[in-house]
């Protein structure tokens, strides 16, 4: 297969790997493979075994080779929002060839220039969006090349995460034997990715249920303003279900994806199941409807957790609304259920690409979509973060013959950045309660 405008979409994620196979035609953005893996070696969206990693990162890409008949060489791949800080930055240089057109490598100079001294030695940089460049004191300029002048300048925003973090999804990458054409940040480039022009215009609160966290973030001016994650996922809901009926965890995913609403009241107690209780041969009976209460309280919990963030931002009357997606927001009757807690404006994004129809695939395929879609002058600034990134294991090569692969952070059991967000205030909306099942579920969360 002609591999032209080929792009390939890597999420790591703490319960799947998704990967996702893009070719880019024009305007057009086809899915031509994809594939799924179950994940291992990853905590809360960290990497804590880079082997195990590895070995999940190839089952899935081998899937995805197969379905595609394209061979995988090269993958852009996400980075969580997990201690991801926003910071902005400025640089300015000054036009050096005797014509003064600018060219790319002038912006090359200029974005180099603005990360030079804003970025600490222990962090690395995911992405740098120019907000702006000013030519000569003429400012609102989104792409500079060709215009004649003496003097570049470029404001912008870098995100940017400990360097343990971008270094260990690196290696795990690597020895799955691809190359690593870039990193991209999950929530900026999920919110440029599905949200619509009015959305990212007017300001939109974008929340991803993953399986082992959520992420909220907020896109407003068409930048990512403010984001937060939250270390509860469906992996939690699973938690719940296999410890309220007594069951094991692999049995409890079963149930959940073959049984569960989070709704409860789209789920009937006349539909019964059976359970396999850990210690008793033989299976006792629950229904749909005391189910569904188990999965309702938790993702109340993981709703609510986020109001404190967004009401901080003043985010929580976006005229956008939310948009839901990611694993956990498969389950029937999601955007039902969080209309009671967060409001009416509220709906579900899923890929309608072929092979891609379930809220998981979102960030593989905005992967591939946001790296497909960058322009030239964004191109050229990521080979800036990636050259640096080089230049600076050569020094440590250099410095050290001894590296320790194997590094990794804990993780605070939230994250908030926001950068000069102004929005709407408005009252939380009601929060439904489940009596005794919720109770009871209340007494298993400060055990997580």
Known sequence: MN?????????????????????????????????????????????????????????????????????????????????????????????????????????????????????????????????????????????????????????????????????????AIQKAGLSLKEFVLAPLAVGKSILNDGEQDFGTVLIDLGGGQTTTSIVHDRQLKFNHVDLEGGDNVTKDISTVLETSYIQAEKIKRSFGYADPNQASVDKEFPVEVVGDNQPHVSNERYLSEIIAARLEQIYTRAFDPLNTVNGLNMPGGFVLTGGNAALPGTVDFAKKILGENVRLFVPDQIGLRHPSYTRAMSYAMFASRENMTQQVIKQVIMSRREDHNNQENMAQTTVQANEYSELPESNAQAVNYNGISDDQPQKNLFGRVIQMIKNLFSED
């Not at 890597?10 to 790997?17: A, K, M, Q, V």
């Open 3 to 171: 591999n032209s405008g080929v792009t390939v979409g890597l999420d790591i994620g703490t319960t799947s790997i998704k990967v996702v196979i893009a070719q880019t035609t024009g305007n057009e953005f086809n899915v031509i493979g994809a594939g799924n893996a179950p994940s291992h070696g990853l905590r809360k969206g960290v990497i804590i075994d880079i082997d195990a990693t590895a070995n999940a990162i190839r089952e899935a890409i081998a899937q995805a080779q197969e379905k595609a008949n394209f061979q995988i060489n090269e993958v852009v791949a996400g980075i969580s929002a997990n201690q991801v800080e926003m910071i902005h930055v400025e640089g300015l240089v000054s036009i050096a060839n005797q014509n003064k057109r600018i060219t790319y490598a002038d912006v090359q100079n200029v974005a180099h220039q603005a990360l030079s001294h804003s970025v600490s030695a222990d962090h690395d940089v995911i992405d740098l969006i120019a907000d702006e460049f000013s030519v000569d004191g003429f400012d609102g300029i989104q792409d500079p090349h060709e215009m004649i002048g003496v003097r570049l300048e470029m404001r912008g925003t870098a995100y940017v995460a400990p360097t343990k973090i971008l270094d260990n999804s690196r290696m």
